[in-house]
């Protein structure tokens, strides 16, 4: 269905729900350049090493992390995150679902101004 979207001129956003990291090997089989994916769960670092070069790839921020972390853990997952899985670009930094309800202020905007600080892409 995917394929068929994207022959029809239509950029998928597909959710991919759950773990799909028994599956990455899959989704590097569709067109390059064609697709995004939102990852809910999955293994973040290894849906860049898997599907990096074929898609845009959105999630990274573990939700848990902005409600119960502390500010220093933010800051390094973050910097973590725009390293890693925005080498080269492809990457939209979100967390793992819509619903931030829960989340503490404080840590959504280290999140957010360390983003702008390292997300940058030269």
């Known amino acids: 269905m995917i394929e068929q979207l994207v022959e029809a001129g239509i950029l998928p956003f597909v959710f991919y729900e759950g773990i799909w ?3 990455l090997e899959y989704l590097a089989q569709l067109p390059k350049g064609k697709t995004v994916g939102w990852f809910q769960a999955s293994d973040i670092f290894k849906t860049k090493e898997f599907a990096g ?3 845009c790839i959105a999630g990274g921020m573990p ?3 902005l409600k119960a972390g502390t500010p220093e853990e933010v800051r390094e997952w973050t910097i973590r ?4 899985v925005g080498k080269g670009g ?3 930094m979100t967390t793992g679902v819509g619903e ?6 404080e840590l959504v905007k ?3 101004d360390t983003t702008k600080e390292f997300g940058v892409y030269a």
Do not use: A, H, Y
């Open 21 to 23: 990291n028994q599956r």
């Open 53 to 55: 070069d074929t898609m």
């Open 63 to 65: 939700n848990s992390l």
């Open 81 to 84: 995150l725009c390293k890693e």
């Open 90 to 92: 492809g990457f939209i």
């Open 100 to 105: 931030m309800e829960g989340s503490k202020p």
């Open 110 to 112: 280290v999140w957010v």
